[in-house]
């Protein structure tokens, strides 16, 4: 399968001219760039170039066009201040996630010394300070969309400041730091620093794209807050092939074989960057599922009542004994998921700072850091209420992280949101080596709230009854020699030993219009 990603890019220029004996602005101007061929040659082409390096300047007339190799009259071209070779620094990042936009603003600045007597019409960004380095081109304006000129004097300071935008459409969490800037912590921000052509494509010390790979998350398995030890699946070495003339690089791993990647189906694809998480897309971001048809789940014994499908989370399943549709007396248990990873149905979050925190605040919380699931263990965050969804397998103990002063956390249970048990205080001698047991109604509560009794307050870790999670459960075992199949939907990408799968993720870039 390929994912497709549309990037689309625009250039705005803000221009002030300043008095430098009184400190005012004079006069203003605005530009909006046409994107030319060159920037998809420097972004997609040219090994090193990175577009927005410097800032253009010049005086001549025209209408700008996408074939544009100079500007009109070219005057001269200014690295953007205190920006650096590799690029990233100097420059001042935005990032939108929820309506996919990001920005990077550079400037320069011509002091009153500097293109005295020189009419400024045309400005541009560019990957070098040569004239035929020019990637977009706009003539300038004042903000009622009219051609202007800057006369600039020996007593003007004029400051240009360039933005570049770029917008994607939504089939991911883009997982990029705000700030944008390369640190030895933070390589997540190279890929759109790649993209606003701040940052070249490849140099030795952060080789970006090159070395990029996916990495996919199953149904177990994450790594993530509070380094909660789940395991990634496999991952592989992509190759990346850039293709200018048509604006779009495409990065493509190896096939997965039979024998790969077979965990219980691929929750989410990771574009990575030295190991440091770039793009992450959920698989049903761009996966429509997999049907599973006939799929044989077991044959019956006479006792056994628990069988399990190939694949976790099943939806609209219908199962069969030797062919007839089993109308009543089987569960199809569905441990509910989200886009991050397992956790328990989120249903509240509360206040945690203080024991006169027990209200209910906010019904409409993002559910982040509430809990996470592992096959043996439920993780709940303090302050938060989880809908038990799987009271039936229940919790066979739980501790806290820390009990000692400073940092303890309550839990209380319920069954119907507002009648709650105190389960553990928060101060007794519970550890992970002398955990509280739960029994069969502490264990088996649908909702459970984790009260942080300190601004320091710990998670509740629970251990399960069983780690037997059978998707299909009979209230009556079906009879020796019963034939038991099923049909459901994957949410997610259904690989298996009986298939192979080949992945590629391809960014189509053009120029933004509204």
Same mark, same amino acid.
């Given at each position: 399968?390929?994912?497709?990603?549309?990037?689309?890019?625009?250039?705005?220029?803000?221009?002030?001219?300043?008095?430098?004996?009184?400190?005012?602005?004079?006069?203003?101007?605005?530009?909006?760039?046409?994107?030319?061929?060159?920037?998809?040659?420097?972004?997609?082409?040219? %090994?090193?170039?990175?577009?927005?390096?410097?800032?253009? @300047?010049?005086?001549?007339?025209?209408?700008?066009?996408?074939?544009?190799?100079?500007?009109?009259?070219?005057?001269? &071209?200014?690295?953007?201040?205190?920006?650096?070779?590799?690029?990233?620094?100097?420059?001042?990042?935005?990032? $939108?996630?929820?309506?996919?936009?990001?920005?990077?603003?550079?400037?320069?600045?011509?002091?009153?010394?500097?293109?005295?007597?020189?009419?400024?019409?045309?400005?541009?960004? #560019?990957?070098?300070? +040569?004239?035929?380095?020019?990637?977009?081109?706009?003539?300038?304006?004042?903000?009622?969309?009219?051609?202007?000129?800057?006369?600039?004097?020996?007593?003007?300071?004029?400051?240009? *400041?360039?933005?570049?935008?770029?917008?994607?459409?939504?089939?991911?969490?883009?997982?990029?730091?705000?700030?944008? @800037?390369?640190?030895?912590?933070?390589? +997540?921000?190279?890929?759109?620093?790649?993209?606003?052509?701040?940052?070249?494509?490849? @140099?030795?010390?952060?080789?970006?794209?090159?070395?990029?790979?996916?990495?996919? !998350?199953? +149904?177990?398995?994450?790594?993530? *807050?509070?380094?909660?030890?789940? %395991?990634?699946?496999?991952?592989?070495?992509?190759?990346?092939?850039?293709?200018?003339?048509?604006?779009?690089?495409?990065?493509?791993?190896?096939? @997965?074989?039979?024998?790969?990647?077979?965990?219980?189906?691929? #929750?989410?694809?990771?574009?990575?960057?030295?190991? *440091?998480?770039?793009?992450?897309?959920?698989?049903?971001?761009?996966?429509?599922?997999?049907?599973?048809?006939?799929?044989?789940?077991?044959?019956?014994?006479?006792?056994?009542?628990?069988?399990?499908?190939?694949?976790?989370?099943?939806?609209?399943?219908?199962?069969?004994?030797?062919?007839?549709?089993?109308?009543?007396?089987?569960?199809?248990?569905?441990?509910?998921?989200?886009?991050?990873?397992?956790?328990?149905?989120?249903?509240?979050?509360?206040?945690?700072? &203080?024991?006169?925190?027990?209200?209910? =605040?906010?019904?409409?919380?993002?559910?982040?850091?509430?809990?996470?699931?592992?096959?043996?263990?439920?993780?709940?965050?303090?302050?938060?209420?989880?809908?038990?969804?799987? +009271? /039936?397998?229940?919790?066979? &103990?739980?501790?806290?992280? %820390?009990?000692?002063?400073? *940092?303890?956390?309550?839990?209380?249970?319920?069954? /119907?949101? !507002?009648?709650?048990?105190?389960?553990? %205080?928060?101060? /007794?001698?519970?550890?992970?080596?002398?955990?509280?047991?739960?029994?069969?109604?502490?264990?088996?509560?649908?909702?459970?709230?984790?009260?942080?009794?300190?601004?320091?307050?710990?998670? =509740?870790?629970?251990?399960?009854?069983?780690?037997?999670?059978?998707?299909?459960?009979?209230?009556?075992?079906?009879?020796?020699? /019963?034939?038991?199949?099923?049909?459901?939907?994957?949410?997610?990408?259904?690989?298996?030993? $009986?298939?192979?799968?080949?992945? &590629?993720?391809?960014?189509?870039?053009? !120029?933004?219009?509204?």
């Amino acid at each position: 399968m390929d994912i497709k990603q549309k990037v689309s890019i625009h250039n705005r220029f803000d221009i002030e001219v300043i008095d430098s004996r009184t400190g005012e602005v004079k006069q203003k101007a605005y530009a909006e760039n046409i994107v030319l061929n060159r920037l998809w040659t420097a972004l997609l082409a040219d %090994n090193g170039n990175r577009y927005f390096g410097y800032i253009f @300047y010049g005086s001549g007339t025209g209408t700008p066009s996408a074939s544009d190799s100079t500007l009109f009259n070219h005057v001269a &071209s200014v690295a953007v201040k205190d920006s650096e070779v590799n690029g990233m620094s100097g420059y001042e990042y935005t990032c $939108d996630l929820k309506n996919g936009i990001a920005s990077a603003r550079g400037m320069i600045q011509l002091d009153e010394n500097t293109a005295v007597g020189v009419t400024i019409t045309e400005v541009g960004i #560019g990957y070098g300070s +040569s004239a035929d380095n020019l990637c977009t081109h706009a003539m300038l304006q004042d903000m009622n969309g009219n051609q202007i000129s800057i006369q600039k004097t020996d007593t003007d300071i004029v400051n240009i *400041y360039a933005t570049v935008y770029a917008h994607w459409t939504q089939i991911g969490n883009l997982y990029l730091d705000a700030s944008f @800037y390369y640190s030895s912590t933070n390589k +997540s921000a190279l890929f759109k620093g790649w993209v606003l052509g701040t940052t070249k494509t490849q @140099y030795s010390n952060i080789p970006f794209p090159k070395g990029a790979y996916f990495t996919k !998350e199953g +149904s177990y398995k994450y790594k993530g *807050y509070n380094n909660v030890d789940h %395991n990634y699946l496999d991952y592989k070495t992509a190759t990346i092939t850039f293709d200018a003339p048509n604006k779009k690089a495409v990065f493509a791993v190896p096939r @997965y074989t039979v024998s790969e990647a077979n965990a219980g189906g691929i #929750g989410a694809v990771w574009v990575n960057t030295e190991g *440091y998480r770039s793009i992450r897309l959920s698989a049903s971001d761009f996966y429509a599922g997999d049907n599973i048809v006939g799929e044989a789940v077991g044959t019956g014994d006479g006792s056994t009542k628990n069988f399990a499908l190939k694949f976790d989370f099943p939806e609209n399943a219908k199962i069969y004994v030797n062919g007839t549709q089993v109308m009543s007396g089987v569960t199809i248990r569905k441990i509910p998921a989200n886009t991050l990873n397992l956790k328990q149905a989120y249903v509240r979050r509360i206040l945690s700072s &203080s024991t006169a925190s027990k209200d209910i =605040i906010d019904d409409s919380a993002e559910p982040n850091n509430t809990g996470y699931l592992n096959r043996d263990k439920y993780v709940m965050e303090a302050g938060a209420i989880i809908h038990n969804m799987i +009271s /039936d397998i229940g919790f066979a &103990s739980m501790y806290p992280g %820390n009990n000692s002063s400073g *940092y303890r956390t309550a839990l209380y249970g319920s069954n /119907d949101l !507002e009648s709650w048990t105190e389960i553990y %205080n928060g101060s /007794d001698n519970v550890t992970e080596a002398n955990p509280r047991a739960l029994d069969a109604t502490s264990g088996h509560y649908k909702y459970y709230k984790a009260l942080g009794l300190d601004n320091q307050a710990q998670p =509740i870790y629970f251990t399960w009854n069983t780690d037997d999670f059978k998707a299909v459960v009979f209230a009556s075992a079906p009879a020796n020699g /019963d034939v038991i199949t099923a049909d459901y939907h994957t949410p997610y990408i259904a690989k298996d030993a $009986d298939h192979v799968l080949d992945i &590629s993720y391809t960014v189509q870039f053009g !120029e933004h219009t509204e």
